[in-house]
């Protein structure tokens, strides 16, 4: 079973950065694609990006530009690197293992506690 920690959060101005980072146990790290997801209140949780274990990666259009996903399969961690942040970012972010189903990523069913972001003046 797979177990996921992430951290990083915060409290950032408009335009401000961040990096999240998430430590994942229970999987063979190296050969799994990781992905980020964020929860903002009263919506849906909604994928953010992933990294595939070959280490391709696929960003939310909402994100492209702005964030940057990586992985360290020696740490088994995978980050998040966030610029330019808007207030419609704040939401509680997560990661992930998955894989993909055709054009779709699955994540597994268990996730963690997430690490808040809030994007504020």
């Known amino acids: 079973q797979v177990q996921l920690v992430e951290s990083g959060g915060g409290l950032v101005q408009p335009g401000g950065s961040l990096r999240l980072s998430c430590a994942a146990s229970?999987?063979?790290?190296?050969?799994?694609?990781m992905a980020w997801y964020r929860q903002a209140p009263g919506k849906q949780r909604e994928l953010v990006a992933v990294?595939?274990?070959?280490?391709?990666?696929t960003y939310a259009d909402f994100v492209k530009g702005r964030f940057a996903i990586s992985r360290d399969n020696a740490k088994n961690t995978v980050d998040l690197q966030m610029n330019s942040l808007k207030p419609e970012d704040t939401a509680v972010h997560y990661c992930?293992?998955?894989?993909?189903?055709?054009?779709?990523?699955?994540?597994?069913?268990?996730w963690g506690q997430g690490t808040q972001i809030t994007v504020s003046s």
């Open positions: 992930n293992a998955g894989a993909y189903y055709g054009a779709t990523f699955r994540a597994l069913p268990n």
């Open positions: 229970g999987v063979i790290f190296r050969l799994t694609a």
């Open positions: 990294i595939k274990s070959s280490g391709t990666t």
